[in-house]
């Protein structure tokens, strides 16, 4: 192996600079030529390639984003798409690849190295945590900062007004930032997708709560099968009528400085993709569990379904009151 490839797809998440500088000077250090692709698989199929230095990944660890560009190619899924980009590979003297992103940048690059033979390593970037193979992936320890900041503000305005506030987070099919947000904010209720949603239950304990209790913070993760903060507060509303107000995060939660936790883990996951391309090993997502780097073959970090941490639910139950 003489060159590899680096590239970021999908959901930018904070720590994802991070990882592209550890993934370039590792490679460096190892005697590598490393070659940027940008803007993702569309870059990978447009010839979007430039060679990386040291100082290409100079004072970038502390921003969120990614200097790489990211984007979701519809091209890609398609076998032509896949046939384009890995001439592009072989063209640019790329052996192997190092892909930051989740579950939908290992479906490409699984379909990538059994279609068309390159060597692909991944690490997980994504706010979302959805990945199996990794007890955390990048970017979702400070998405969870950055919303837990939001939200004690929220609560400001909550309990000055008596007011029930539905807090919509993040989380395209799965409650990891919900459930976390929920627990650290002392949220009242947590509606996630791995829980059924009970809107009569919930209005019945926002009403018994009623009189001693008149503001609250409900936190929904946006992958909810209600569909969102704005479904269940106009149903809650159809049921009881409550003074609310609805908050959608969104964005807001993708951007900003990565916290150390994920700024730690994505220089120990690109130092060890890096490691893992030269040892030969390709078509794993190197992760960490109990503190230990994890290999974890691409299939299984998307079809194997992560598991939130469902006691966080009972907990916020038993300390909201
Ligand atoms: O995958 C990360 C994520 O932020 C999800 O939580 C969210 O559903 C999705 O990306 C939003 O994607 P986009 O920025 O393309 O609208």
Known sequence: ?????????????????????????????????????????????????APMHAHSVSNIIQ????????????????????????????????????????????????????????????APGTIDNDVSGT?????????????????????????????????????????????EVALASGAEYVIIPEVETNIEELSRRLLAARPTKRSNIVIVAEGDETGGAINIAKRLNDLHNIDYRICILGHVQRGGSPSAHDRILACVLGIEAVKTLMA????????????????????????????????FVKQLGILAK
Do not use: W
């Open 1 to 49: 192996m003489k060159r590899i490839g680096v590239f970021t797809s999908g959901g930018d998440a904070p720590g994802m600079n991070a990882c592209v500088r550890a993934v370039v000077r590792t490679a460096l250090h190892s005697g590598l030529e490393v070659t940027g692709i940008y803007r993702g698989y569309t870059g990978m199929i447009e010839g979007e390639y």
């Open 63 to 122: 921003y969120g984003g990614t200097i790489l560009k990211t984007t979701r190619s519809s091209e890609f899924m398609t076998k032509e798409g896949r046939v384009k980009a890995a001439q592009q590979i072989r063209a640019h003297g790329i052996d192997g690849l190092v892909a930051i992103g989740g579950d939908g940048t290992f479906r490409g690059a699984v379909a990538l190295e059994e279609e068309c033979g390159i060597p692909v390593v991944g």
């Open 135 to 179: 007890d955390y992936t990048i970017g979702f320890d400070t998405a969870v900062n950055t919303a837990l900041e939001s939200i004690d503000k929220i609560r400001d305005t909550a309990y000055s007004f008596d007011r029930t506030f539905y807090i919509e987070v993040m989380g395209r099919h799965s409650g990891f930032i919900a459930t």
């Open 280 to 311: 030969g090993i390709s078509g794993v997502m190197v992760g960490q569990i109990d503190h230990d780097v994890r290999l974890t073959p691409f299939h299984e970090t998307f079809e194997k379904k992560k598991q939130v941490n469902l006691d």
